[in-house]
């Protein structure tokens, strides 16, 4: 995950416009306060990125934890929700150290392709131990491995056309291709899992799932799971 890390540190190029940025974090903020259970919950957003409408998520819940593994993104978030006494700025190796059953709801979304195997299942332990007894694990943008590249560029090129920025779209997808990204795509890969799957992965872990009717943020064709305990601690 290291690698993918400090791309996603830099200067990238991972938005073809402004709008595209806004619109991508405000779709995912209305997404994951739909699955916050009240204004009381505490909520953790595992690997959140910029998180632009973090701010809109607090809004919805009590207290809102933004872990961020990318140190200058980190110190974006920390200086841009200062304001905002619901906000929480924590680094990856700080929810580790969190209170056991102490968190309503964990969203990790848009994270589980840029993992080893072994580190999405040292994720769910953590996961597992933050998690009140009632809590929910949301684990969202799952990538397909019957569903390729080509997908991502559709889902992206109706994005645009539906909110008004496909000129950006299309020339965007010209300098992804020619990227760093695309690159270091090719390079390393993206992890990808099915649904059974993934709820075997999630089953070991010992949380109960169940695949979303649908997927979190604009991809229709990446998939978003919903776990709680198996075995809810007493």
């Known amino acids: 995950m290291d690698e993918w890390i400090d791309y996603y540190d830099s200067t ?11 619109l991508h974090f405000q779709i995912i903020a209305r997404d994951i306060i739909a699955y916050i259970p009240s204004h009381d919950a505490v909520v953790l957003d595992y690997a959140c990125g910029e998180a632009l409408s973090a701010g809109q998520v607090a809004d919805a819940c009590a207290t809102l934890y933004l872990a961020e593994p990318a140190p200058g993104v980190r110190g974006r978030l920390t200086a841009r929700f200062a304001p905002n006494a619901k906000i929480k700025v924590r680094s990856l190796d700080d929810v580790p150290q969190m209170a056991e059953g102490s968190v309503d709801l964990v969203v990790m979304n848009s994270v589980a392709q840029y993992m080893t195997a072994e580190e999405l299942d040292a994720a769910f332990a953590v996961v597992r131990r933050l998690l009140k007894p009632s809590g929910r694990f949301v684990l969202g943008d799952v990538l397909r491995p019957e569903v390729g590249m080509g997908r991502d560029v559709l889902a992206l090129v109706r ?3 539906r909110h008004g920025f496909l000129r950006d779209a299309m020339l965007g997808l010209i300098s992804t291709a020619l990227s760093d990204y695309r690159q270091l795509r090719t390079r ?5 899992y099915g649904e059974e799957e993934m709820l075997k992965k ?4 010992g949380f109960i799932a169940s695949r979303a009717p649908r997927n979190i943020g604009h991809n229709p064709w990446r998939l978003t799971f919903v776990a709680q305990h198996a075995h809810p601690p007493r």
Request: charged fraction near 15%.
């Open 188 to 192: 390393i890969g993206l992890q990808r």
């Open 202 to 205: 999630l089953a070991v872990a």
């Open 159 to 161: 994005f645009g056309a």
């Open 12 to 22: 990238h190029t991972i938005y073809v416009s402004k709008l595209h940025r806004d």
